[in-house]
């Protein structure tokens, strides 16, 4: 549509182009009169209220109780601080904003919004106002995450450090250890200085999920033959926890495209959590299945289980999860998240099943190419 066609359309029927407009904003609006009555709501104010246009239009837009303060209390028109400063004579020219709960039917659930006025001022007089109203579930959400997963770096990093620091401390008091003592002692110092890599590295993969960085030079490879080397050095840590790590390479060995770097950190990300959360004693067990140009490989232990209203949130950056879940997860929760951003990259897919009879699995399925 040109410009000559806008400015026939608004002098022709304003209205229609005004409301066509409106529909088609993603957030809630409502359009009140100087009176607080409700001219006119876009579809998403239906969806989100679950009334009709018809059923709003001429009703003050607080009759309905939709809304709630952060403290449960009704949030009533009195309340509403457009109303209130144009009460008091005031000009306002700016959109006001505030965090507002709303409840429907009454429910337990509440939604957060984030609710703002915009004044209609027409020659200079208050006649109306826009009201929008968006959810921001999953801003909080998030928020919460990164509360949950700041709190506890904060612990997971000091854990170690003050180990370390306890280490050097008796090395420097107690001068006549024992050199069998020693040892003990500065193989836990060595232990704690891993585990403060470990977050490090993690911190590493934060920044390449949170960075638009190119992506890596692709090759074409054996997948089987690729995993293979990479249980070849896990099993050093297997043998530590007296694991052994059982690969069922099925009847192909198939070619992937793929970023070796990227994809190696991925497998030894899901083995090693499998050895960390596997019963000492009890095999890891991997196996590799072709089907329909396309590999996936299962990555098996029979620890402890990770909740059903979790498993899809594994994979989220920041995501902590309950005690439970964290028994199956290794570090600070990046882990997964980078395996499943990589997998991504490479047109595949990476999901988890856990449950009494078999333990918990992970899954990851990649395209194959031909080998030519």
Same mark, same amino acid.
Request: with cysteine.
């Given at each position: ?20 407009v409106?529909?088609g ?19 998403a ?88 109203f ?22 997971d ?27 003990k ?6 232990? $704690? @200085?891993?585990? +403060? ?9 934060? *920044?390449? %999920?949170? =960075?638009? #960085?190119?992506?890596?030079?692709y ?119 980078? $395996? @499943?951003?990589? +997998? ?9 099943? *856990?449950? %009494?009879n =078999?333990? #918990?699995?992970?899954?990851?399925q ?7």
């Amino acid at each position: 549509m040109n410009n000559n066609s806008i400015d026939l359309l608004l002098k022709s029927n304003p209205r229609l182009l005004f409301e066509s407009v409106i529909r088609g904003i993603q957030d809630a609006l409502i359009v009140t009169d100087k009176d607080d009555r409700i001219l006119f709501a876009n579809y998403a104010a239906t969806a989100l209220f679950g009334i009709t246009v018809n059923d709003m239009q001429n009703h003050k837009c607080y009759e309905f109780r939709w809304l709630s303060n952060n403290d449960g209390t009704e949030f009533c028109k009195e309340q509403c601080q457009l109303s209130c400063k144009v009460k008091q004579g005031a000009s306002i020219s700016c959109p006001l904003s505030r965090e507002l709960y709303f409840a429907p039917d009454h429910a337990n659930t509440r939604i957060p919004l984030l609710h703002s006025i915009y004044p209609l001022y027409i020659d200079g007089k208050f006649e109306g106002s826009i009201k929008l109203f968006r959810d921001i579930s999953a801003q909080k959400e998030a928020d919460q995450q990164k509360e949950r997963f700041r709190q506890m770096l904060v612990h997971d990093i000091r854990n170690p450090i003050t180990v370390i620091s306890g280490v050097l401390s008796t090395l420097k008091t107690e001068k006549k250890l024992k050199l069998k003592d020693k040892t003990k002692i500065i193989a836990l110092g060595i232990g $704690a @200085s891993d585990n +403060v890599i470990d977050l490090a590295n993690e911190f590493l993969e934060l *920044s390449k %999920l949170t =960075s638009a #960085t190119p992506q890596g030079e692709y090759k074409k490879v054996k997948l089987n033959t690729f995993i293979k080397q990479i249980i070849s050095a896990q099993n050093i840590i297997a043998k530590n926890k007296r694991i052994k790590i059982k690969f069922s390479p099925g009847n192909t060995n198939p070619f992937i495209n793929t970023d070796p770097g990227k994809l190696a950190r991925v497998f030894q990300n899901v083995i090693d959590n499998a050895l960390k959360h596997g019963p000492a004693g009890e095999d890891v067990n991997i196996k590799s299945r072709y089907e329909d140009k396309h590999i996936t490989i299962a990555v098996n232990n029979t620890g402890s289980l990770i909740p059903a209203n979790e498993i899809k949130k594994i994979f989220e950056p920041f995501y902590v999860g309950s005690k439970e879940a964290r028994m199956n997860i290794s570090g600070i929760g990046l882990g997964l998240a980078f $395996a @499943s951003m990589v +997998v991504t990259q490479h047109n595949g897919k990476i999901w988890a099943e *856990s449950n %009494l009879n =078999s333990g #918990t699995t992970f899954y990851i399925q990649l395209p194959t190419i031909k080998s030519e």
